[in-house]
């Protein structure tokens, strides 16, 4: 796998909308590390200088009063751009999470709803919420140390040499050796990590299995088996650790000490003693080496703490970049106007991937404007399939499909959205007024429009009781209503946008048992000279529509009337319907004792 | 402030033996050996003064220099060791043992928590308490308490050094260096501050993200969908504005500690050099002060980065408390065993924890032995309430419950459970094999037994046909399996069991018309001959039952037999008439 490219493209390509506030932190976090390497050099010098006598800088005479002023001056330079790289950083850190923010939901809008809702509200939450703020780690804090640490060391080793040649070839030595070390360090790391991430993630799947299981465990399970697997994964997590901390222990202790700054100023001093002896170094250059050699060694510190940083971050970054590169929802330019509500579906194929089997496959149907067709078989034959592909939540892999003669992929998506109305698939209410939650299906709406389709939904009974009526807020934060009366909301809802094509899922219409038959009555009232397909579940409700359409295995397998379908023999329909009166007459068998 | 000071590291040592558990001992040792190698590294440091002096007096004198320079070399050594052996704890894996312990204490207590409490967990958030929040806590708990002692011991040994040589540079050190302390609390505080209102801005920015995905079909529909959404736009901007506020106030604390060296250094420089004009300080000696009080920078700045660490570890490890800290459901003595299954419950009231109404309301009945007992009533009514009751579920705030005159208090949850089988609505199966998913409910079954379960609950025929049979592993086959298969699954698991009492919840509710007549008729094999209770929405299923429970509110409206019910007229002839009704509904008729 290439993962390692793809992360490195990943994370410097994320920030390019804030590629000049990165540059300039970094660019002045480099000046701060260069300030610093002087200051330490002047300071030196200056300790020289109380006794009297002068250095010359640039043509500049500079006595002890003069250099301590600039020394203080480059500290409060040091000082601000410290505190400015800080604040650029960040500043860019915090634009680039509103606008990938703004980018992807702006995004989410464009691509077709079934991969919303493939990836789950959660997981698309999780990565607009804490995905893009992992980043942060990395845009503002990585990026200015990154500078820092590179310069900082290159001008602590620039000013070694400067300052005497032979100490900074001590100095070197020693981090080369520190160097050399940890590369021992690293040496299987890469294989180790790879163990570790993998136990790491099996103790992740053990406790979800664990946690989700749990009323069964507790039912059926005296231990055995699923604290066995949770306990077997610690075990192999522990043991792919310790080995991991083991296999690294010793060479890790050695780099520590070496890169620590006592074996470089001890080098230093005892060579520098040396030199001092046969009196070719003075007193200043001694005292500003030993305040410089360490800056090489302590940069690599904060090298080790970044890369934990980027890990987290550059994972981030391509989940975010993952939703990004889903594609949109291809709109042709003829922006043409649907004038009947016919539906053909000519050849259809689709798969849900590229790797995926067919899950529809050459189909074939018409929907007359104003009838009803019921779409029926068994689960994972293609129904639900064929009813999300008329909203676009899909694109079909190949065939077309078309309402009033015209490709929805001709058609502006707010025009189709318009057109086609899939109840119960937007159950969700807003975190608004009743009033507003159904008024927004059509802002032209009247008070008037509302209560009507409110009590065509039989709900408006319900709203009047609460003690805020239509003014109640619903939502989350609002007021608690039951899954009926919210769905019933969301068909008053459905009724004033009034789309002249319902697509409706049965088993979600029913999934909450209670106030059944407000339920229906609000259904018929959408229903009304609307062309209905409906993905049905109680063969019963069907009994009487226009058209029903028989689905196995992606394939449309039978097509009529009831009555008609009845009469194939060893039929699909025929054994559906004979099962479906089986299951509706079933009571339990209960075989006990004697009351 | 002092104390504040001294209460948090008190307060981070404890957290740390806390978390170290019965490896705290060794912990504590390597904090010993972090002591004294930093002590040491203070020592060595230390040792420039009377070194540079030596080097830099007028006539030198060769031994004093070498003496000087060894005893630089010892305490270097001896640092060096000390931190080697402190890193005894983390390197060498201790703190893997650590890890290994905490989660173990998780996992006993997630088995031992009452199941009312589990269910206010999400799977996201225990998960990541199990497995991330102990690594955070943990891994980092020997680095940070290396770097907290250096931060602190090696700054105290060095002025105490100090003090030895010129009492006035010290002065000047313990003026300048202790003021790290007052910006990191400082520091601590303002980022606790801003956090809350951070997280508060955060908050409001996830109900409206949820907002906006949930509702993208119709915010699409209305055009209200990227820069147009004006509330989650708003609401994006918002986080950066609180984000932008916390900047200015929190940084400025942060930038002045690191360049708190810097102004330590040219202080001391500035005054010192008044002292050397006095002739009372030399100023080799202000040298070697420079040069020990920048090694200070270094350490610093670290630690600065590590303080974000320490909180992070704070509020992992007060999750896992929490977690911990969940006592069980007490058994109360003496224990006892059951052998008739009749389960009663005896003026039963009970409110889930955090609400304000009563879920059960004094409830009253009797199962009897052996016979079928269906509890019917409107979704929230307390149907299911019921059935987790008998499952122990959580204790009732009120009266008692019991299985065959025992009271469930007195039984372990073990026994208790040994008694009962439960077909739920969402089947769970375990990523295994068939075989160890059906076997689960009776270890000791032989291959055969587990065969004829299945085959009663009527899965043999489909497992057979699967490639690898009984051994076909559930992960590998996945979706293929549909919902009545696996339904059924769990059946054969339940008929292997043989539990004298059986809990059905809608077990048929998820179900297409297909899969229901199979599983029907494997319910039918489960329930013979036991103690049934079920739940069941469509009244039809349970006409037959000996007795029926109708719930509304949390109270036993109305009991009896079907026909008594039905010809008492009352709640449940209305929802058995209200389905009929329905029964006979079609979409193309008109009832509007």
């Known amino acids: 796998m290439n993962t390692k490219n793809t992360k490195k493209r990943g994370l410097w390509a994320i920030i390019t909308p804030v590629n000049n506030y990165i540059r300039w932190a970094m660019v002045i976090s480099a000046l701060s590390g260069i300030l610093s390497v002087v200051g330490f050099v002047l300071l030196a010098y200056v300790i020289g200088l109380i006794m009297g006598g002068s250095i010359h800088l640039f043509g500049f005479e500079l006595g002890f009063k003069e250099a301590l002023i600039l020394l203080a001056l480059i500290t409060i330079l040091s000082f601000l751009t410290k505190f400015y790289s800080f604040v650029i950083s960040h500043l860019g850190a915090f634009k680039l999470e509103q606008i990938l923010r703004t980018d992807i939901t702006t995004h989410l809008a464009q691509i077709p709803l079934g991969h919303i809702i493939t990836l789950g509200t959660g997981a698309i939450k999780k990565v607009l919420l804490d995905d893009v703020k992992n980043l942060h780690a990395f845009v503002a804090d990585t990026t200015p140390m990154m500078a820092k640490a590179i310069v900082a060391p290159l001008a602590s080793m620039v000013a070694l040499f400067v300052i005497d040649y032979r100490l900074g070839l001590v100095a070197i030595a020693i981090l080369l050796v520190g160097a050399v070390l940890m590369k021992f360090v690293m040496k299987d790391s890469v294989m180790h990590r790879q163990n570790y991430e993998q136990s790491q993630s099996e103790i992740n799947k053990a406790v979800i299995e664990f946690v989700q299981a749990m009323p069964v465990v507790r039912t059926f399970d005296d231990g055995t088996t699923s604290f066995k697997r949770y306990n077997d994964a610690l075990a192999k997590y522990r043991t792919n650790l310790k080995t991991w901390f083991g296999s690294t222990s010793t060479s890790a202790r050695i780099a520590m000490t070496i890169l620590s700054p006592m074996p470089t100023l001890l080098a230093v001093t005892i060579t520098g003693l040396f030199f001092l002896m046969n009196g070719t170094l003075e007193f200043a250059p001694f005292i500003a080496a030993l305040l410089v050699s360490t800056g090489m060694a302590d940069a690599l510190m904060p090298l080790m703490w970044m890369s934990n940083f980027v890990k987290k971050s550059s994972a981030a970054a391509i989940r975010i970049q993952e939703i990004m590169d889903i594609p949109v929802l291809h709109n042709s330019k003829a922006h043409k106007k649907i004038k009947a509500t016919d539906i053909v579906f000519e050849n259809v194929d689709f798969k849900y991937n590229e790797k995926d089997n067919y899950a529809l496959k050459n189909i074939n149907f018409e929907v007359k404007a104003n009838t009803v067709t019921a779409l029926v078989g068994p689960s994972g034959a293609g129904k639900s399939t064929v009813a999300k592909l008329i909203p676009r939540f899909w694109d079909v892999t190949k065939g077309s499909i078309k309402i009033g003669g015209v490709n929805i992929k001709d058609v502006d998506s707010q025009v189709l959205m318009d057109t086609v109305s899939f109840v119960f698939q937007d159950t969700f209410l807003f975190n608004d007024t009743l009033a507003n939650n159904i008024k927004m299906a059509n802002p032209t709406a009247t008070d008037e429009d509302m209560i009507e389709a409110c009590k065509a939904a039989q709900i408006h009974d319900f709203i009047l009781s609460l003690p805020n009526g239509y003014e109640t807020i619903a939502g989350d934060r609002g007021t608690n209503l039951s899954g009926g009366q919210k769905q019933r909301i969301t068909i008053a809802r459905a009724i004033l946008r009034n789309a002249p094509i319902v697509v409706l899922d049965e088993a979600t219409a029913f999934a909450d048992p209670e106030n059944e038959e407000e339920i229906i009555k609000a259904l018929a009232n959408l229903m009304k000279n609307k062309t209905v397909i409906v993905i049905a579940h109680r063969l019963s409700t069907i009994k009487d529509v226009d058209q029903i359409i028989v689905f196995d295995q992606g394939e449309v397998k039978e097509k009529g009337k009831h009555q008609e379908l009845l009469a194939i023999q060893g039929g699909i329909y025929a054994k559906l319907w004979s099962n479906y009166e089986k299951a509706q007459n079933w009571d339990i068998h209960h075989i006990g004792g004697a009351l | ?592």
């Open chain 2, 1 to 592: 402030m002092k104390k504040n000071q001294f209460a948090s590291l008190l307060t981070i040592y404890k957290l740390s033996v806390e978390l170290a558990g019965e490896y705290g001992s060794g912990f504590k040792k390597s904090l010993v050996y972090f002591t004294l190698a930093f002590v040491a590294q203070g020592l060595a440091f230390g040792m420039f003064y009377p070194l540079l002096l030596a080097m830099f007096a007028d006539n030198p004198v060769i031994s004093d220099i070498i003496l000087y320079l060894g005893l630089m070399v010892f305490f270097s050594i001896l640092s060096f060791w000390a931190k080697w052996r402190g890193h005894d704890f983390d390197y060498d894996g201790k703190i893997v043992d650590v890890t290994h312990e905490l989660r173990t204490k998780l996992g006993t207590a997630l088995r031992e928590m009452p199941l009312e409490k589990l269910s206010t967990y999400k799977t996201g958030e225990l998960n990541s308490t199990f497995s991330s929040n102990v690594d955070e806590s943990v891994l980092h708990l020997g680095m940070v308490a290396s770097m907290f002692l250096q931060i602190v011991i090696v700054p105290i040994t060095i002025i105490v050094v100090t003090f030895f040589v010129d009492w006035r540079l010290a002065l000047i050190m313990l003026a300048m260096l202790p003021l790290a302390l007052p910006l990191y609390s400082w520091k601590r505080r303002e980022s606790h501050e801003d956090k809350s209102e951070y997280n508060q801005a955060n908050g409001v920015l996830e109900s409206d993200f949820v907002e906006y995905i949930q509702g993208l079909p119709v915010l699409k529909a209305v055009n209200k969908v990227g820069v147009n959404a004006q509330k989650l736009q708003d609401s994006i901007a918002y986080v950066k504005e609180v984000q932008k506020q916390g900047l200015y106030k929190g940084q400025v604390p942060f930038v002045l500690m690191g360049v708190l060296i810097e102004i330590t250094l040219l202080a001391i420089v500035f005054i010192g050099a008044f002292f050397v004009l006095d002739n009372t300080l030399s100023f080799i000696t202000l040298a070697a002060a420079v040069i020990v009080i920048s090694r200070l920078a270094e350490p610093l700045s670290i630690f600065l980065g590590v303080v974000s660490v320490f909180d992070l570890m704070d509020s992992a490890f007060k999750r896992i408390k929490s977690i911990l800290a969940i006592e069980p459901l007490k058994i109360h003595k003496p224990l006892k065993t059951i052998k008739t299954y009749d389960i009663a419950f005896d003026n039963v009231s009970f409110a889930y924890q955090n609400q304000p109404t009563h879920a059960l309301q004094n409830v009253n009945f009797i199962m009897a032995n052996k016979t079928m007992t269906a509890i019917v009533g409107h979704s929230g009514c307390g149907k299911t309430t019921i059935t987790k009751m008998i499952m122990r579920y959580a204790d009732p705030q009120n009266g008692t419950i019991k299985i065959g005159g025992v009271n469930i208090q007195n039984m372990t949850p073990e026994s208790l459970m040994k008694n009962i089988s439960v077909v739920f609505q969402d089947v769970y199966l375990f990523d295994d094999t068939i075989i160890n998913n059906i076997r689960m409910a009776n270890p000791n079954a032989t291959d055969k037994e587990v065969e004829d379960a299945a085959n009663s609950a009527y899965c043999h025929e489909f497992i057979t046909r699967l490639p690898n049979g009984y051994n076909t592993k559930i992960g590998d086959i996945g979706g293929s399996l549909s919902g009545g298969e696996r339904q059924r699954i769990s059946i054969a698991r339940a008929i292997l069991k043989n539990a004298p009492i059986v809990i059905l919840d809608e077990p048929t509710a998820a179900l297409d018309t297909e899969s229901e007549v199979a599983v029907q008729r494997a319910i039918d094999k489960l329930v013979e001959n036991k103690t049934v209770v079920v739940i069941a929405h469509r009244l039809s299923t349970i006409a037959g039952a000996d007795t029926i429970l109708v719930v509304d509110n949390g109270q036993i409206v109305e009991s009896g037999t079907h026909d008594e019910l039905v010809t008492k007229n009352g709640r449940y002839y209305g929802m058995w008439s209200a389905q009929q009704r329905i029964k006979d509904w079609n979409v193309k008729s008109d009832i509007g």
